[in-house]
Every structure is written in C-alpha cells, then in structure tokens.
C-alpha cells in the first residue's frame, strides 16, 4: 500500500521556538490532512489541502502541500505549551493510511 | 451531537477472554473505522465500514471481528484476546472516505493480561 512518511519522529523544542514536520510520500497524494492528538487524547482534524502548492494558515501554523503533490509540512511559528502533541499526516481514502506522527514536546 | 462515543473507556482482560468494543455516531455518516493505537506508534486501521452490512478489513484485522447491522453502530468483537491486542482503540466516522474529515471517538484503552 501507498506510504505516507513522517519525519522527525519526536521533536523537543524550548517555548517560542519554531516547529516544522513533514509528510513525505513515494507517490501522488490527491489530499492531504493534518491532525492533532493530545496527549490522551484523540486525534482531531485540523486542516485539509487539496490543490498542488496551496498554503493554508490557522493563526500560528502554516500548512503547504508540495507542487508536486508528494509531500506537505505543517509548520508551527514560536510554539506555546498547549502545542504538545502528536501531529498526523493522512491521505483520505478508502484505504486510510495514517503516518507515525511526529511528537512534538515543548518546555517553558 | 454527541458525535462518536465508545465504550467502555478501560478496559482489563484476561488471555482467552472475549469481549465488544461499543462504538456509536449521531452523525448520521456512512463511513466507519477501527483504528489501534500503540504506545508511541501511529494508527493502524483493524476493520472499516462503508455502510450498514458491509465491512471490509483493513491492515490488522486478524484476531478482530465486526458487524455494521445499523448506521450508527459499528461494534468490535475480539473473541481470544491475546497480550498483543493491548492497545489503545479507536473509533471512527466520516461522511466520506475521500477528502471527508474523520471524527474520532475517545478511544478505549485495553490490557490483556
């Protein structure tokens, strides 16, 4: 099946820093979606990209899909505690495939 | 809405023992899943559904059954259950399968002892 990869695995960063994870895949993504999950929690959606080279911000993170459409980043400007999470890169389909996330740890 | 509930939260069995994951959406949508959690791993998707009678599996299934006889519910089974089914579950719903946004239920912890 189609693999979607997440790099880095874990990211610790110092509150205010910056934070960028990928999604990277060997194949044609029609979509792209990015969640969050809490710590405990479970994942919810965030944001959805569709289009080759779109760009989409909600407040601190920015969110593009490659021209290309193999890879996308979600990028989080000077990150807050309540940032802490695992973030997850899925293609919908019928045969979903989530990555491994990226988890993110941020210390005040 | 109350959206995607399961039950129950947690959840401890014994090797052998069997036992249903309740899930349930009021969401009226025709797409369900089962997801497992590991611990520090991503999702893996056990069983999905896109419509009342019809299941499909996905890329875990063995060791897990399910039945989809109404929209709203989508239950699964685990009939021996087995160390390496401890895991956190996770139910699923959306509308669609392509481009549609997925609602995750709260999940269901399980340890099989």
């Known amino acids: 099946g189609q693999q979607v990869m997440q790099i880095p695995q874990y990211q610790h960063v110092q509150e205010g820093e910056d934070f960028t994870t990928y999604c990277n895949s060997s194949?044609?993504?029609?979509?792209i979606q990015w969640y969050k999950q809490r710590p405990g929690g479970h994942p919810v959606f965030l944001i959805q990209?569709?289009?080759?080279?779109e760009v989409k911000k909600q407040k601190r993170l920015t969110f593009q899909f490659g021209e290309a459409k193999k890879n996308s980043s979600l990028h989080i400007t000077a990150t807050q505690t309540t940032d802490v999470g695992t973030y997850f890169c899925?293609?919908?389909?019928?045969?979903?495939?989530f990555g491994k996330g990226t988890t993110l740890s941020v210390s005040s | 809405n109350a959206g995607v509930t399961q039950t129950p939260k947690f959840r401890i069995l014994k090797i052998g023992q069997s036992m249903t994951l309740q899930c349930t959406q009021d969401?009226?949508?025709?797409?369900m899943y089962w997801y497992r959690q590991d611990p520090g791993m991503g999702l893996k998707l056990i069983y999905y559904?896109?419509?009342?009678?019809?299941?499909d599996k996905g890329e875990v299934p063995n060791g897990y059954n399910v039945s989809r006889s109404t929209t709203e519910d989508f239950p699964l089974r685990l009939e021996l259950a087995a160390p390496s089914q401890t895991s956190v579950y996770f139910c699923?719903?959306?509308?669609?399968?392509?481009?549609?946004?997925?609602?995750f239920g709260p999940g269901t912890r399980l340890t099989v002892l």
């Open positions: 699923a719903s959306s509308y669609t399968p392509r481009g549609d946004t997925q609602y």
């Open positions: 194949t044609t993504l029609s979509n």
């Open positions: 990209l569709v289009k080759s080279g």
């Open positions: 899925n293609q919908a389909g019928t045969a979903l495939i």
């Open positions: 969401m009226n949508h025709n797409y």
């Open positions: 559904s896109v419509g009342a009678g019809i299941t």
